[in-house]
C-alpha cells in the first residue's frame, strides 16, 4: 500500500519522538491497531506493512463495539487486552457503527490525542472526507 501509494509509513511514526523521549527512538517494534471488518482488507493491509523496516505489532477488532471498548479501557489502569497502539488503522463503514463515532471518541481521550489515524474507506462521499480531516 505504501508504495503503491507512495508513502513513507514511517512519516506516521515519527510523530511520535519528541525532542528528549530517546525510549521511542530506540524502540525496536510499533503498536498496530487495525479496525476493520473485512478480512481481505485486513490482508492486504498487513501485506502492504509486511517490508516495513520494524517490528509491527498487529492487532485487529472487527467492530465498532470493540474498538469503542478497547478506546475507552485505555485510559483506565485495568489490563487491556492490546497495548496502546502507536499508529491506528479505521475503517469507516463498520457494521455495528461508522468508524467517525469512535475517531471522535479516540481524538476525545488525552492519552490518544497524538496517535495518528489513517482512514480507510472506499466512500465517495465528500462528507466522510471532510469529517475525517477535521477529526
Known amino acids: 500500500m505504501a508504495k503503491v501509494f507512495e508513502i ?4 506516521f511514526l515519527e510523530t ?4 528528549g523521549d530517546n525510549e ?13 471488518d473485512n478480512p481481505n482488507d485486513e490482508f492486504l493491509l498487513r501485506k ?7 517490528k509491527l505489532s498487529i ?8 474498538a469503542l471498548n478497547f478506546v475507552r479501557s485505555l485510559g483506565n489502569d485495568d489490563i487491556t487486552p492490546m497495548p496502546k497502539p502507536d499508529l491506528i488503522f479505521l475503517d469507516l463503514h ?11 471518541d479516540i481524538k476525545r481521550r488525552r492519552h490518544l490525542q497524538d496517535t495518528p489515524v489513517v482512514v480507510l ?6 462528507e466522510d472526507k471532510a469529517e475525517s480531516y477535521h477529526l
Open 94 to 104: 463498520l457494521p455495528d457503527m461508522k468508524g467517525l463515532e469512535i475517531l471522535k
Open 24 to 36: 521511542k527512538e530506540q524502540k525496536n517494534s510499533w503498536n498496530i491497531l487495525l479496525v476493520e
Open 16 to 19: 511520535f519522538q519528541d525532542a
Open 48 to 54: 502492504a506493512l509486511q517490508d516495513f523496516p520494524k
Open 121 to 126: 474507506t472506499n466512500s465517495i462521499n465528500p
Open 59 to 66: 492487532s485487529t477488532l472487527t467492530d465498532g463495539e470493540l
Open 8 to 11: 513513507d509509513i514511517t512519516r
